[in-house]
């Protein structure tokens, strides 16, 4: 019996810790409405350490019957991946505040991908979008949204 314990504490400890490491989100991680609030969005941590997000939902998902696909995007072997599931923003880093920066994200409306970045604001997220300098750009403001 002290063998079996032996084998099974350590082995319950490590699933513990995993649990109670994978417990600990960052700030913005879940999920957000758009501006437009047609739109939800699933920021996540990925191994690299760094923040994505991608479209989960929309209010109107479909077209003419069938799910909306990326028909804006420049690259011809992509235009027909769904909306839903595609990673919009990516590879963002937190710089120590309510900021991440050196990330991108790509808009499925005109199908450009921009310089980024976002400030947390608490129940709300700014994003903002740029080509070159931060100056030179919009922002939008995106709202904490349920799971």
């Known amino acids: 019996m002290l063998r079996l314990l032996k084998k099974v504490i350590p082995v319950a400890l490590f699933l513990f810790g995993t649990q109670l490491a994978s417990a600990q ?44 696909t990326d028909e ?19 590879g963002f880093e937190l710089d120590g505040g309510n900021t991440y920066e050196d990330g991108t994200i790509y808009d499925p409306e005109n199908g450009k991908t921009y310089d980024c970045k976002m400030t947390y604001k608490g129940k709300t997220l700014a994003i903002r979008g740029y080509i070159g300098l931060s100056m030179f750009g919009r922002t939008t403001v995106w709202e904490r949204a349920g799971s």
């Open 25 to 68: 989100v960052d700030k913005i991680e879940g999920f957000w409405f758009n501006d437009k609030k047609d739109a939800k969005i699933q920021i996540f941590k990925a191994k690299d350490g760094k923040f994505y997000g991608k479209i989960v939902w929309l209010k109107d998902p479909l077209k003419n019957g069938k799910p909306k």
């Open 72 to 90: 804006k995007n420049p690259k011809d072997p992509l235009k027909k991946q769904p909306l839903v599931e595609l990673v919009i923003l990516k």
